[in-house]
């Protein structure tokens, strides 16, 4: 059975380590899935889930707030600014997060706040999708 390590690094901790069959993010230009001997690899992240697969099958959430994906041939690594393990989201601070955002966007005040507001929205809807996922995963 071929592996590859992962790390999932965020600005404040090392979030995952360990050795795994397949490593899945949100890339900007679509979905990655990443296995051992992939080719060298470095793209950034859009807010969103990244799913690793480990070695006896079951398989982990996380929730990045972006950043960077680096495949080398014997590690992925992935460095964001937030990383959390999906079971640890808190879905009703997503949901007002979300909700505010689109407040203010409705609202339509100034650009920068719109700006600001559709990458909360962004945040929080990849939160409560990766929540969504957890449970489709543990209702399995």
């Known amino acids: 059975m071929s592996t590859i390590r992962c790390d999932i690094v965020s600005a404040e ?13 949100s890339g900007e230009m679509g979905e990655l899935g990443i296995a051992p001997r992939h080719a060298p690899l470095i793209t950034r992240l859009k807010p969103g889930q990244v799913r690793v697969t480990l070695e006896n099958g079951d398989e982990q959430s996380f929730y990045v707030s972006g950043g960077i994906l680096e495949v080398q041939p014997q590690v992925v690594t992935v460095l964001a600014d937030t990383a959390i393990r999906a079971k640890d989201l808190d879905e009703a601070a997503a949901g007002k997060a979300k909700e505010d955002a689109e407040k203010i966007i409705a609202n339509r005040t100034d650009v920068m706040e719109i700006a600001e507001a559709q990458a909360q929205l962004a945040q929080a809807a990849a939160q409560l999708a990766a929540l969504e996922q957890l449970r489709k995963t543990l209702k399995h």
Do not use: N
């Open 13 to 25: 901790s090392e979030i995952f380590q360990g050795t795994v069959k397949m490593v899945v993010a």
